[in-house]
């Protein structure tokens, strides 16, 4: 009782201030407002406690509140090989959506021109890290946001250097779309698209880490080299088609390809110039992504936040894309595997306080009831009525892309397994079936071994226990990838816990 007793006085200082009018809506429960109703009264003494103007803070948490539900939010990968210009066509984008002045600019621009790396400034605006800089390489995924009309985007600029391929697995696991890009320098292409090629190696790990959607932007087209032949753009799009629909995308309804310039910014925000390029007459960039129409998921089912990363501040804050349902202020939940009950303080999108976050969003939420130490990165934020299922063994489909050389896939096989955020060594136990590539049924006989390009069903184990779902009830966090010695060997979804 105490508590309220303390807010009714709290409430009664503030009436003598407004000239001893209790106003009636601090008494009684705003039903309408349902955001209010979840706050925790202790929290709102100490928010009433505090001095520093609190009504203007409420109001402002308020507004921040609102836009999250007018505009959609999309996670869009940046993949492609090293030097296709990923990082410097996110840089520009930021730099056209307003994101970034002129003044920070210049001071790339100087910054590169001291490094004697004239074009790179760009990339600098998503390579933040010095590593990156000085080599020119993405190591890291980096995060930008910006917007257009309709919707809120997040930029995940994965690495293309093929040293990097676990964090841009780890990026493309968050995204809804991917954005392929391509050089169209002479030669350029060429390497990134042949046998070890990060192009070819981007597009299969896209498309099993669930990125249904792929703009492949030819880049560099300004390039002497290219001059914005179409010649060049129609070679690109030829060798590309067929490779993509190999790697099981949809050419006529899930990609779209165009032209672009990075480093000059043309074709992203407003559409190209005749005089440049004749030929061209389709959309930009920044419409494309508008036009993307992404599945919705279900805010009302089960929720699931796996967890790609945690540190202290003021408590436990952890990081993550809500994959499925919504998370309130307030909450309780799971953090999974281990059952630790922790409670929802704070949910961030962004730099923005919010009450509730529904799917879709990346978030980062400050939990109490537990030690930073205790979450492990792969662990998953889920809802106490329908944890998500703890596993060390589960049966899988397994596609057999590429194995190292003449290696055969057999009972005893070990591998890397990467699993929405989780990475763990795995064992294949047992194969049970082959599946006939004609019929798509599986075989009668016994399967003891198979080769590249076999599609087979195995038991597969791991040493710790992992969370994770049935492909067919949670998509997103039922796909993986099996890798060796830096290589991706299968793509599979998980079949049955």
């Known amino acids: ?181 391509i050089s169209a320098r002479k030669g350029e292409f060429e390497t990134g698209y042949e046998r070890g090629g990060q192009t070819r190696e981007h597009v299969q790990l896209a498309k099993t880490l669930g990125v249904a959607k792929l703009l492949v932007v030819v880049n560099k087209m300004d390039d002497p080299t290219v001059n914005w032949s179409k010649e060049r753009y129609d070679e690109i799009e030829s060798k590309m088609i067929p490779f993509l629909k190999q790697s099981g995308y949809n050419v006529k309804k899930d990609v779209l390809f165009l032209p672009i310039s990075g480093l000059m910014g043309s074709n992203l925000k407003t559409r190209m110039d005749k005089s440049i390029c004749s030929w061209w007459d389709g959309p930009c960039l920044f419409e494309a992504l508008d036009g993307i129409e992404v599945p919705l998921r279900d805010p009302k089912s089960p929720f699931r936040m796996p967890l790609i990363d945690k540190f202290k501040d003021m408590g436990t804050v952890v990081m993550g894309k809500v994959e499925s349902g919504t998370i309130r202020e307030g909450d309780t939940l799971f953090v999974m595997p281990n059952k630790d009950q922790v409670k929802v303080v704070a949910i961030y999108i962004d730099e923005n306080r919010v009450k509730r976050a529904g799917p879709g969003e990346n978030l980062r939420v400050r939990l109490s009831g537990i030690e930073e130490e205790d979450i492990l990165s792969g662990f998953v934020l889920s809802s106490v009525e329908n944890p998500i299922p703890a596993v060390t063994e589960f049966v899988a489909q397994l596609a057999i892309l590429e194995l190292m050389d003449n290696a055969i896939f057999t009972a005893g096989y070990k591998a890397v397994l990467h699993i929405h955020s989780v990475v763990e060594e795995c064992e294949i136990v047992e194969l049970l079936q082959q599946i006939d590539p004609k019929t798509r049924k599986p075989m009668k006989k016994k399967v003891l071994f198979v080769k590249n390009g076999a599609n087979v069903i195995c038991r597969v184990q791991v040493n710790n226990t992992i969370c994770i779902e049935k492909f067919s009830d949670f998509p997103q966090l039922g796909r993986f990838t099996l890798r060796t010695e830096g290589k991706t060997v299968a793509v599979g979804k998980v079949n049955a816990l």
Do not use: C
């Open 1 to 181: 009782m105490d508590i309220e007793e303390e807010i009714r006085s709290l409430q009664l200082d503030s009436a003598e201030d407004s000239n001893g009018v209790v106003n009636p809506e601090d008494e009684k429960p705003d039903v309408d407002n349902f955001d209010k109703m979840d706050e925790d009264p202790k929290q709102e003494v100490q928010a009433q406690a505090v001095e520093a103007e609190p009504k203007e803070k409420d109001t402002a948490v308020q507004d921040e509140v609102e836009p999250e539900i007018t505009k959609r939010h999309l996670n869009v990968v940046f993949i492609g090989h090293v030097d296709a210009g990923k990082s410097t066509t996110g840089g520009q984008i930021l730099f056209l959506s307003g994101q970034v002045d002129d003044r920070t600019i210049q001071k790339y621009e100087k910054e590169a021109k001291d490094k004697s790396r004239e074009s790179w400034y760009m990339a600098y605006i998503m390579d933040t890290n010095e590593e990156e800089r000085v080599k020119g390489k993405t190591v890291e995924v980096g995060r930008a946001h910006f917007e257009t009309e309709t919707t809120r985007f997040t930029i995940l600029d994965a690495p293309g250097h093929k040293s990097y391929v676990p964090n841009m697995i780890s990026g493309a696991s968050q995204a809804d779309i991917g954005v392929l890009v």
